[in-house]
């Protein structure tokens, strides 16, 4: 029972990166999904979620050049980023739980799955 991501890597200032995770082990049925970031010296941030019912958030930070989506057939959530900032580098982390509103917990809450991280690293 895990999430794992993939997809990050070195982008350029104004580029684009995709992430991808895939779950294991249980269904997106009954799951919301999340990517949260960390860096250094930074508490993490929740960056976009998806619910079972298909709502989405987006921190303002990244609305209007982050889309997330998922395939529940294929367990897979997606994170396309583009017009990529420097301030964007950071870990990127996927979770999945089964409390809907993801995205608003506090940042010491523990989802049920947390993914290994990927890296992000953007260069000006």
């Known amino acids: 029972l895990q999430v794992v991501e993939s997809g990050g890597g070195l982008a350029q200032a104004g580029g684009s990166l995709t992430l991808s995770c895939v779950a294991s082990?249980?269904?997106?049925?009954?799951?919301?999904m999340g990517w949260f970031r960390e860096g250094p010296g930074r508490k993490r941030e929740e960056v976009s979620c998806?619910?079972?019912?298909?709502?989405?958030f987006y921190s303002e930070s990244v609305k209007g050049r982050f889309t997330i989506s998922r395939d529940v057939a294929k367990k897979t959530v997606t994170l396309q980023m583009s017009s990529l900032k420097p301030e964007d580098s950071a870990v990127y982390h996927c979770?999945?739980?089964?409390?809907?509103?993801?995205?608003?917990?506090?940042?010491?809450?523990?989802?049920?799955?947390w993914g290994q991280g990927t890296q992000v690293t953007v260069a000006s």
């Open positions: 998806i619910s079972t019912n298909g709502s989405i």
């Open positions: 979770a999945a739980d089964t409390l809907q509103h993801l995205c608003m917990t506090p940042v010491t809450y523990k989802p049920d799955y």
């Open positions: 082990g249980f269904s997106l049925d009954y799951y919301a």
